[in-house]
């Protein structure tokens, strides 16, 4: 399996911002169609949001106008932008392909605080 390697999470108040990369440890790996997950404590993992090869994107109702997910082919990266943090939004974070082929890595851990 592939590794993806998730970074950018922390801890900031409600209302701020965090960036969340999402890398291949190979760079020989191309990351194009790729999903975020997030799974807080005593939840299932849930699915946050989802960009095509073709740059389409489709968001979880719960963190639709807030959240943003992008793609940087030079560094073969993808995104997820989030304003307007709520304390339900703190989970761990995941970025996946579609179909799980990496599979889970340890995420990045967000919190949100009141």
């Known amino acids: ?9 922390g801890l900031v108040q409600a209302g701020g911002s965090l960036r969340l990369s999402c890398v291949a440890s190979t760079r ?19 699915w946050v949001a989802h960009i095509t090869s073709g ?5 979880a109702n719960s963190v639709s106008s807030r959240f943003t997910i992008s793609r940087d082919n030079a560094k073969n990266t993808v995104y997820l932008q989030m304003n307007s943090l709520k304390p339900e939004d703190t989970a761990v974070y995941y970025c996946n392909f579609p179909g799980f082929p990496a599979g889970w890595g ?4 967000v919190t949100v605080s009141s």
């Open 1 to 9: 399996q592939v590794q993806l390697v998730e970074s950018g999470g």
């Open 28 to 46: 020989s790996i191309s990351i194009n169609a790729m999903n975020w997950y997030r799974q807080a404590p005593g939840k299932q993992r849930e």
């Open 55 to 59: 740059g389409s994107t489709t968001y």
């Open 106 to 109: 340890q995420g990045t851990q």
